[in-house]
């Protein structure tokens, strides 16, 4: 029988099948180079917003602001944030790096989302370890 709380409603229409989060990995390979990339992150709770969030729940009586959620769930170019820049300048080095220390190849994927169709997961992670 469906919930009739309505949170539940919607979060059941946000589930994803592993399918679909497959294809959304399959179609947004090449990440900030793949314009699916930014369409499939939007809106979504991602991976580099996610300290933000803990802070503040970390906070007792704290609710987050109405600029925080916006902030928080609106895309923005990433161009000038200082991570992004330096993961451009310096990805390729790493990853060459890392493949010659451990033997392993890195696979470019792109979004790896969560089966409950909000956020971000890093499958990515246990999907590389599997692949060894």
């Keep these: 029988m469906a ?5 539940a409603k919607i979060l059941d229409r946000l589930r994803l099948a592993w399918a679909d989060v497959v294809l959304a ?3 947004s390979t090449g990440q900030a180079k793949n314009p699916v990339w930014a369409w499939i992150r939007y809106g979504r709770l ?5 300290g933000e969030v803990l802070k503040i729940m970390s906070k007792a009586n704290s609710a987050p ?3 925080f959620l916006y ?3 609106v895309h923005k170019r990433l161009d000038g944030v200082k991570s992004v ?3 451009r300048q310096h990805g390729a080095t790493a990853i060459k790096a890392y493949s010659e220390a451990t033997g392993k190849t890195v696979v470019s994927t792109g979004v790896w989302l969560h089966e409950e169709g909000f956020s971000e997961h890093h499958r990515m992670v246990w999907w590389m370890r599997t692949r060894s």
């Design 3 to 7: 919930s009739q709380n309505p949170t």
């Design 25 to 27: 990995a399959q179609a």
């Design 46 to 50: 991602t991976g580099s917003r996610i």
């Design 65 to 67: 602001s109405e600029k």
């Design 71 to 73: 902030n928080l769930l």
């Design 85 to 87: 820049q330096w993961g």
